[in-house]
């Protein structure tokens, strides 16, 4: 798990506000989730043998005995809450959360046991319609943060459910022919969740599989339908993308589209968004057949990728410093702090707390990256006065009267913005 000192909660932060920006012109809302959630759910929607339930989950006891887990992913817990709060049946909704996700994972470069996601779910939309739109937002969103040339869409379709139970079946048929020959993973998924073998990383179990029955060969009419119209927008929008047969997402719930966006430039942890479509979800919870379509991105990996084109977000904490000097000074900046922000809302102004020299009280008025300081000495709190100097600008510093900084402060600012 990770510290996010300023610098990087304050990057999360500006990643977290372009997408909330984007999503919030296609008309999504955001939702808020708890981070807890009942053991069970997971082990139903997410599926007992895929690996965040295998082997990531925080899960314990509480007080009460009840086993319950950190949040590894968002959108079983979503769709609770959305069943819960009658938010489904005939209804369309389009959501969205941020928020801490939870994995007991072996931490490395771009993995952590806990880390950001924001995640959007779409509730009573069938059509592939909706299914571009996300991915046109997701488009849009890596666009506004200069990305969109460091990223790549990956799509596939896993068709329906009954099309994928053939496929399973004859895939469990071909490697049975094979299964001593098998990793030990892909043998006992097998029985498991046989899906899963393909995205094995063994050499021979990836040799036996060269041969073995496609996915495609079983999709059925409705989900080869809905994924062509999806590829005739992407093409007509100019979003590239490529096919590739192999993503099947680890999730059970997905049917139908799946899609990653991948980046060369973080090496083996590239993934940085993932989703599809989940039209059995709501139905595995006791609601009424509701489709569903979504994805989640990590803001960790997302972070990494917008650090190295080097678009940093302001840095600057104050618009103005207030330096003081003596203890009745310090006592008046207090003051006159309170009285500027009565007037001014807005303005970041952070005061110098303590002693200090005229010299590294002047430093630390730069490094806040102040565009004024104000000063306030023995002397100028005698006159009625306060001492006025630009750090931006080679101008002489001043004398201005206390009931006219505001005024000047805010020319002067609003100045140097033009
Ligand atoms: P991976 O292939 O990296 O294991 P995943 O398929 O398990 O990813 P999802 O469950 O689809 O990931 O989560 C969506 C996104 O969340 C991922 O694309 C990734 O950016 C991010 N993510 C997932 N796990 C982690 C983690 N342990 N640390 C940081 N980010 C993560
Ligand atoms: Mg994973």
Request: glycine fraction near 10%.
């Amino acid at each position: 798990m990770q510290d996010l000192v300023p610098d990087r909660r304050e990057l999360f932060r500006y990643i977290e506000d372009v997408v909330r920006e984007t999503l919030g012109t296609y008309g999504y809302r955001e939702i808020g989730l708890p981070v807890i959630e009942s053991t069970h759910l997971f082990q139903r929607l997410v599926g007992e043998a895929t690996d965040i339930v295998e082997k990531e989950m925080y899960t314990f006891d509480d007080r009460s005995g009840d086993s319950i887990t950190l949040r590894p992913e968002g959108t079983a817990g979503c769709a609770r809450a959305a069943l819960g709060a009658g938010m489904v049946f005939n209804q369309v909704q389009r959501l969205w959360y941020s928020g801490p996700m939870f994995r007991y994972e072996r931490p490395q470069k771009g993995r952590y046991r806990q880390f950001e996601q924001i995640g959007v779910e779409c509730y009573g939309m069938p059509g592939p319609d909706v299914d571009c739109e996300l991915l046109l937002m997701l488009s849009r969103v890596w666009k506004a943060l200069g990305i969109d040339s460091m990223v790549k869409l990956e799509l596939n379709s896993i068709g329906s459910t009954e099309a994928r139970g053939q496929f399973k079946d004859a895939l469990v048929g071909y490697l049975r022919g094979f299964e001593r020959e098998l990793d030990a993973d892909s043998q006992r998924r097998l029985t498991t969740n046989p899906m899963r073998i393909l995205d094995s990383k063994d050499e021979r179990t990836q040799a036996i599989l060269v041969d073995a029955p496609s996915l495609e060969d079983y999709l059925d009419d409705a989900s080869v339908a809905h994924f062509d119209a999806i590829r005739a927008v992407l093409d007509r929008a100019q979003v590239p993308y490529i096919v590739n047969r192999g993503i099947v997402r680890g999730l059970d719930y997905y049917n139908k589209t799946v899609f990653e966006w991948t980046t060369d430039a973080l090496g083996a942890q590239g993934t940085v968004c993932g989703g599809g479509r989940y039209d059995g979800l709501i139905e595995e919870l006791g609601g009424r057949p509701t489709p569903g379509v979504g994805f989640a991105m990590g803001l960790d990996r997302l972070a990494m990728l917008v650090e190295t084109i080097g678009t940093q977000p302001e840095q600057a904490v104050a618009d103005v410093y207030l330096e003081s000097f003596g203890a009745a000074a310090r006592g008046e900046a207090m003051i006159l702090a309170e009285s500027i922000r009565g007037r001014e809302p807005a303005l970041r102004l952070v005061v110098h707390c303590g002693d200090g020299k005229f010299k590294a009280q002047l430093k630390k008025a730069d490094a806040s990256g102040a565009r004024v300081a104000l000063i306030l000495g023995e002397d100028e709190v005698a006159r009625g006065e306060v001492g006025f100097k630009h750090l931006r600008r080679d101008l002489p510093q001043e004398s201005v009267p206390a009931g006219d900084v505001v005024g000047k402060l805010m020319a002067a600012l609003g100045a140097e913005a033009n």
